[in-house]
């Protein structure tokens, strides 16, 4: 057990729709990373956050937007959704910036 | 700008043999650099990293990685495979220097063992 929760662990929704991925990093760490894994694109870099602080952007949509709370989770929100948009979102939390990550179980959202 | 290229979407082994996955990395500052194991229907778990103490990491479930700066590598490996070692596994960059890290994976290596 990592540590790291994700809800919900599954998710189907529509083409158009709006959901939220919610995320609990680890006990003590502040940093928090989305992740999304996708059999054609691999293991894409999102965004990181920091103590409630973007630091961090990677492969992101403009229908995605995602924060840290004071309590440090975190959730993405996916909007307008797509098809294509449809892979494993992965939380991951960190102690410091650099140190080993650690990745809850994912969420898996189906668009149809 | 970093980046990780596993070489191989897929390798198989018998049971018994070495295991051997590739990873080359570019980076402009030094890297920390990690490997991470990733089993059905499951997050990520950390098999090692390096943080510059020793160019040889010894990991957990008896793997181990060298660091090669000069070939740029970061190359995962097992003496005898394990039925349990079918997994997919990924190798992933870090800038050490940068506040705002992004860690950077590859596209990951199938692993399948063969009895």
């Known amino acids: 057990d990592s540590g790291v929760t994700q809800t919900p662990k599954h998710l189907i929704t529509a083409t158009g729709q709006r959901v939220t991925l919610r995320c609990s990093p680890r006990s003590g760490d502040l940093s928090v990373y989305w992740y999304q894994q996708s059999l054609d694109q691999g293991l894409q870099f999102l965004i990181q956050?920091?103590?409630?602080?973007?630091?961090a952007k990677g492969n992101i949509l403009e229908r995605f937007s995602a924060q840290q709370f004071p309590d440090l989770h975190s959730e993405l929100n996916l909007s307008s959704l797509e098809l294509g948009d449809s892979a494993l979102y992965f939380c991951?939390?960190?102690?410091?910036?650099?140190?080993?990550?650690?990745f809850g179980n994912g969420t898996r959202l189906t668009v149809t | 700008a970093q980046s990780v290229t596993q070489l191989g979407s897929h390798v198989s082994v018998s049971e018994g043999a070495l295991v051997l996955l590739r990873c080359n990395y570019s980076s402009s500052v030094p890297p920390y650099l990690f490997w991470y194991v990733q089993y059905p229907n499951q997050g990520l778990q950390l098999l090692l990293k390096y943080t510059s103490a020793a160019t040889l990491v010894k990991g957990i479930n008896g793997f181990e990685a060298e660091f090669k700066k000069s070939e740029t590598s970061f190359h995962l490996t097992k003496p005898s495979a394990h039925m349990s070692d079918a997994a997919e596994y990924f190798c992933?960059?870090?800038?050490?220097?940068?506040?705002?890290?992004?860690?950077?994976f590859g596209s990951g290596t199938r692993l399948s063992i063969r009895p």
């Open positions: 956050y920091y103590n409630g602080e973007e630091r």
């Open positions: 991951a939390s960190s102690s410091v910036i650099g140190s080993p990550l650690h």
């Open positions: 992933a960059v870090s800038d050490r220097v940068s506040s705002a890290s992004k860690i950077i």
